[in-house]
């Protein structure tokens, strides 16, 4: 079972930065592609991100290309998202996800990933 932990979510405000980490636990917690989704209140899952294990491909939702990057430490089994010129719109709770293979589909499909966290707070004040 692999276990993976936000952190770095917090109230920002407009045009400000922020860079949330997740990191993976557990067994066979290493390998994966990972990403993120978000979730504002009253909207559907959103894709963000993804990576892919070696870190030699990524992808953006297109609501945050130019503003969000994403990167990963595999020695630290660590998965960041730095966001850049933050808007409101991007307050959300971001989950973390982890996907056991490589990817066979569109990335922002939910099912493709095996893994969730818990969420953490992003709250953008105008």
């Known amino acids: 079972q692999v276990q993976l932990v936000e952190s770095g979510g917090r109230l920002v405000q407009a045009g400000g930065s922020l860079r949330l980490s997740c990191a993976a636990s557990?067994?066979?917690?290493?390998?994966?592609?990972m990403g993120w989704f978000r979730q504002a209140p009253g909207k559907e899952r959103e894709f963000v991100s993804r990576?892919?294990?070696?870190?030699?491909?990524?992808w953006l939702a297109d609501s945050v290309k130019g503003r969000f990057t994403i990167s990963r430490d595999n020695a630290k089994n660590t998965v960041y998202l730095q966001m850049n010129s933050l808007k409101p719109e991007d307050t959300a709770v971001y989950y973390c996800?982890?996907?056991?293979?490589?990817?066979?589909?569109?990335?922002?499909?939910?099912?493709?990933?095996?893994?969730w966290g818990q969420g953490t707070q992003v709250t953008v004040s105008s």
């Open positions: 996800v982890a996907d056991r293979s490589a990817l066979a589909g569109q990335p922002g499909q939910p099912s493709l990933y095996d893994y």
């Open positions: 990576i892919s294990w070696s870190g030699a491909y990524t």
């Open positions: 557990g067994r066979g917690s290493s390998g994966y592609d």
